[in-house]
């Protein structure tokens, strides 16, 4: 295969990714918004009443049947308080646009592959230390940062091949 294929090869494979991530940064803000339907269908899939009391649950059951209550009662008493997550599902949006500019210019933006990757980073201590705070059960922060531990691995290989990229292309910095 010749350099230039190889090239175009790798590109594809860059932008896959970058898709990839921008669909997945997309999906995962977009659904904050529904937090209270979303939390429903989950206690219906689970088998959880709403009208029984929370206390009649163990588990997984006890905390989804927790969460929907605090939901419903919130959103009933105070739905201002769902503006934050308006804004959650808004960052992700914004922080998904971001990637377009890697994605037309993947070896001159890799600082947004690095910063994506500190952000990973940054989940693991975030939900380990605000999640105790806020007294949510452990192997739900542990799902949290799961986002964190399996976001990084796509991005460590867009590192990879950008900086494979960058070799072939033998793209040189200009120092302003």
Same mark, same amino acid.
């Given at each position: ?6 090239? +175009?090869?790798?590109? +594809? #494979? ?7 991530f921008?669909?997945a ?6 659904t904050?918004f529904?937090l ?12 959880i ?7 009649? &649950?163990t ?16 959103n #009933?008493d105070y739905?201002f308080l769902? &503006?934050g ?14 990637f377009?500019?890697?994605?037309r210019k993947?070896?001159?933006? @890799? ?8 952000a ?8 380990? @230390?605000?999640?105790?705070? #806020? ?5 739900? #922060?542990v ?8 976001g990084? @691995?796509?991005l460590y ?15 040189v910095?200009?120092?302003?």
């Amino acid at each position: 295969m010749d350099t230039n294929t190889e090239e +175009k090869l790798l590109l +594809k #494979r860059i932008r896959l990714l970058i898709i990839f991530f921008i669909f997945a940064l997309v999906v995962s803000g977009i659904t904050a918004f529904p937090l209270e339907t979303e939390m429903r269908i989950a206690c219906s899939l689970l088998g959880i009443s709403h009208d029984a009391p929370i206390d009649n &649950y163990t588990g997984l059951q006890y905390w989804i049947a927790k969460v929907y209550n605090a939901l419903v009662n919130t959103n #009933r008493d105070y739905p201002f308080l769902a &503006y934050g997550y308006d804004w959650l599902a808004f960052a992700h949006v914004i922080i998904a646009i971001a990637f377009i500019g890697l994605y037309r210019k993947p070896v001159q933006n @890799i600082w947004i592959v690095h910063f994506a990757m500190i952000a990973c980073i940054a989940v693991i201590p975030l939900a380990l @230390i605000c999640g105790e705070i #806020r007294q949510i059960p452990f192997f739900w #922060r542990v799902i949290d940062c799961s986002f964190g531990v399996f976001g990084i @691995i796509p991005l460590y290989i867009l590192h990879v091949y950008i900086k494979r990229l960058e070799a072939m292309m033998g793209y040189v910095e200009r120092k302003y």
